[in-house]
């Protein structure tokens, strides 16, 4: 530390972020005409930058277009930014094989019904990411009877315990495939788990059991999180950082309880004034 | 303010191999002119078959109306033949679907579905009619909409569109159902601005059916919230959400996650609603509810409390 420059970093923050994004940029082709010849660019991300320590819980929040979809997919990998960096403990994502990512990195999508295959039965939905876990770590596949037993552990995992393993998606309810979802991606022991509108196509009484769930695997997995959501009562649950987002790019950052009590960017008070009264 | 719309005991019940699903239990219910009426619940608590109920959508078979009486404007729509319907749908009562794609016709023009609206109904369409409606609607260049065929607008000018062909003939009634659900939430809140602006204008009683409360609170006068087929509870929305009695709303509005509350765990509701082939003896929430007597063993009613207040419960 030189003298007469007070550095505010605390020692964590020094240390090397789980996952940083350095000025990420994503553009989509806008595609027009019979032949769908690309006649535009829009910028989806516009230089993003994020950093999530081990053990954190990062909230996006913002309305549709703001690109915090496109954001988390970039971190998951089911897309590729067109600039910037995604880093793993400092390592460039490029490094890691897509395996390598995917047992780090895990995604849950607002639509349970739309994410799950709906032809598997939950052992080959969930018995085909244990045994690319244990791919990753080395080993073999585990035997019929271990790997059901495994899968049952999974199940008790998210609350469904007893599921019979050859059931199939649509057997469930919406909360329940939601459920199957969180476990389909803890399959793979992930490290962070982006979770894109988690509840937000779940009922009510079902939104408050899912949150839960999410919270409590945190702590027993010691999971890292990001939550993306338009809600900012969710996120506010679930996050103890908050990033607000809008056209492409971070408005506002900062602890959640600060960023809800006093909110720097206009657009955050919009994003404010939208949760009903009676649930401020 | 006069009730525009009464339903008194109505059951409807769809007709299934595996035993009928009484998805509309004894429900009775007023919408009175110049209100919007909210009505919350959950998937499968039959609160869409309530609204279709009403317009006689629903398709005969499956469904069967079991008892019950649906008054519009004096006249028992039950009772009414095809032709008599006919003429209440969109003349008297307007309707407004969650997924304004296929309330359209998709090879006809937005005018011209406009315009067959008021031929149905053996009613002259005066030129300007149609460019008027859509300019209601707040659909600007209302004459480019009005040739362009519905998979050539947004999703929010095609709900605005299905709102125009709800209120051409000038009904009384209007019943949304979740209207805003297959939106973008960017584009909710000006489609229940109109809904509430038009409500103003022409003094439409609405309907608006919702599993959203957060959206509800700030929209309905009137808040009734439904329960395995049943209304449990109706009040003045403000009321209703600041001190619901029904055990099933304060269990549901304690489960929502508030700003205030910060971290940790929330309340939530134990057990899932009954199969409604089977529904059981009693109060239908007995099995879940924390303050369950054994009077419960017996339905509630829904019986009249102060402040225009109702609930269905034997130990609120």
Known sequence: MTPGRRDTETPGNLKTAMLSLENIVKIFPVEGGILRRKIGIVPALKGVSLRVPAGGSLGIVGESGSGKTTLGKIVARHLAADGGRVLWEGRPHEEFSRREWASRVQMVFQDPAASLNPKLSLRVLLGEAVAVRAQIDGQKGPRRAERDRRLQALLDEVGLSGAPLDAYPHQFSSGQRQRLAIARALALRPRLLVADEPVSSLDLSVQAQILNLLMDLKDRWGLTYIVISHDLAVVSRLADRVAVMKNGEVVEEGETSAVLAAPRHPYTQTLLDAVPAFLR | ?316
Request: hydrophobic share 40%; proline share 8%.
């Open chain 2, 1 to 316: 303010m006069s009730d525009l719309l009464t339903i008194r005991s109505l059951s409807v019940h769809y007709r299934r191999r595996d035993g009928d699903v009484k998805a509309v239990r004894s429900v009775s219910l007023d919408v009175r002119a110049g209100e919007t009426l909210g009505l919350a619940g959950e998937s499968g608590c039959g609160k869409s078959t309530l609204a279709m109920a009403i317009p006689r959508l629903l398709p005969q078979p499956p469904a069967e109306y079991a008892g019950g009486k649906i008054v519009f404007e004096g006249r028992d729509l039950i009772s009414l033949s095809s032709e008599e319907l006919r003429q209440i749908r969109g003349a008297g009562i307007g309707v407004v679907f969650q997924d304004p794609f296929s309330a359209l016709n998709p090879v006809l023009t937005v005018g011209e579905q406009i315009k067959e609206a008021f031929s149905a109904h053996v009613r002259p369409c005066p030129p300007g009619t149609v460019e008027d409606l859509l300019s209601r609607v707040r659909l600007p260049d209302a004459v480019r909409i009005a040739r362009g065929y519905p998979h050539q607008l947004s999703g929010g000018q095609r709900q605005r569109a299905v709102i125009a062909l709800a209120i051409a003939l000038g009904p009384r009634l209007l019943i949304a159902d979740e209207p805003t659900t297959a939106l973008d939430v960017t584009l909710q809140g000006g489609i229940l601005d109109l809904l509430d602006g038009l409500k103003k204008e022409m003094g439409l009683g609405v309907l608006l059916v919702s599993h959203n409360i957060g959206l509800l609170s700030e929209r309905a006068d009137r808040l009734a919230v439904m329960y395995a087929g049943e209304i449990v509870e109706v009040g003045p929305a403000g009321q209703v959400l600041a001190g619901a009695f029904h055990p099933y709303t304060r269990g549901l509005l304690a489960s929502l996650p508030r700003l205030s509350a910060g971290r940790g765990k929330l309340p939530t509701l134990a057990g899932q609603p009954p199969d409604l082939r089977n529904p059981p003896e009693g109060c239908a929430f007995r099995a879940r509810c924390p303050r369950a007597i054994p009077a419960c063993g017996v339905s509630p009613s829904l019986g009249a409390k102060e402040g225009g207040r109702s609930v269905a419960c034997h130990n609120p």
